[in-house]
Nanobody, 115 residues
């Protein structure tokens, strides 16, 4: 059974930081491409950051320079370090794993940026 379990969300003031984690089980983590998506109320889900099995990364334009995605294959975990958070970053953040024609989603973690 595949599980992706996110943690690290919460309430943070503008300009603050959060680190999201996603622990994977039931998959060969090292060969999966991993991504962080987010969905704000009334908006479509969007890709925030991704890291391939080889370690290549890409980011949503608004996340470049503020967010960093990384992975620890020994711990089957992918991270999203978010700095200089803005109110518009408020959303549910989802972990995603993909390989070939299979993909999996976590349950999401809420990030709220507000003073």
């Amino acid at each position: 059974q595949v599980q992706l379990v996110e943690s690290g969300g919460g309430l943070v003031q503008p300009g603050g930081s959060l680190r999201l984690s996603c622990a994977a089980s039931g998959i060969i983590f090292s060969i999966h491409h991993m991504g962080w998506y987010r969905q704000a109320p009334g908006k479509q889900r969007e890709l925030v950051a991704a890291i391939t099995s080889g370690g290549n990364t890409n980011y949503l334009d608004s996340a470049k320079g503020r967010f960093t995605v990384s992975r620890d294959n020994a711990k089957n975990t992918v991270y999203l370090q978010m700095n200089s958070l803005k109110p518009e970053d408020t959303a549910v953040y989802y972990c995603h794993a993909a390989r070939d024609w299979f993909d999996y989603w976590g349950q999401g973690t809420q990030v709220t940026v507000s003073s």
